[in-house]
């Protein structure tokens, strides 16, 4: 099993550009989870989906960030337009029976909005 | 606020020596709690996932132990390998599935 794939891992923008970070989780698995980690905050979580479905999206810091799983195989988190306080590390994890269940997380996309 | 705290923020051992973790947390109900290993530049893993009616667990060097009653949990490490060097983070699942996580050990070890 190749694990978590996140891409890209490094995004470099300049500030009001559209950013899609995007993510394949661990076939078989039905929840996937989007956090931000940064220095200062730690781990956030940012939303997480049940079979596609988006069930929490109170991390989700303002408007300018959207998630979207059209299928059980593909999530991308979008932020537009970027602002330099979005830098941060991007990870989506996935895992199996809801967030009772263990969660194997992807590399990380690390985000630098300048 | 539910809220999860590690001591220390850092800790320097040599290596073979063995070193203990701290987490404290305010989460009430409290479904579970896991301790995760993160390497510079990686995602997070899974080292240990305890529920409320557990103590204790191991995994290989790393043992948890957890005090439900003083909403304490520690982490401890037997004979560090240089391996070990990492950011351990304490995460509470207090059941309305939302983790909440810990800002996390910063831990070396030096041979």
């Known amino acids: 099993d190749a694990g978590v794939i996140q891409s890209p891992r490094h995004e470099v923008t300049e500030m009001g550009q559209e950013v899609t970070l995007r993510c394949k989780p661990i076939s078989g698995h039905n929840s996937l989870f989007w956090y931000r980690q940064t220095m200062m905050r730690g781990l956030e979580l940012l939303i997480y989906?049940?079979?596609?479905?988006?069930?929490?999206d109170s991390g989700m810091p303002e408007d300018r960030f959207s998630a979207k799983m059209p299928n059980a195989s593909f999530s991308t988190l979008k932020i537009q337009p970027s602002e330099p306080r979005d830098s941060a590390v991007y990870f989506c994890a996935s895992s199996w029976d809801g967030e009772t269940g263990e969660q194997y997380f992807g590399p990380g996309t690390r985000l630098t909005v300048t | 606020k539910n809220q999860v705290e590690q001591s220390p923020q850092s800790l320097i051992i040599l290596e073979g020596k063995n070193c203990t973790l701290q987490c404290n947390y305010t989460v009430s109900p409290f479904s579970n709690l896991r301790w995760y290993k993160q390497d510079t530049g990686r995602g997070p893993v899974s080292l240990t996932i305890m529920t409320f009616s557990e103590n204790t667990k191991s995994n290989g060097r790393y043992t948890a132990t957890l005090d439900a009653d003083t909403k304490q949990s520690s982490l401890h490490i037997t004979a560090s390998q240089l391996s070990d060097s990492a950011s351990y983070i304490c995460v509470v699942n207090f059941g309305n599935e939302k983790l909440t996580f810990g800002t996390g050990t910063r831990l070396t070890i030096i041979p």
């Open positions: 989906f049940n079979n596609n479905v988006p069930i929490d």
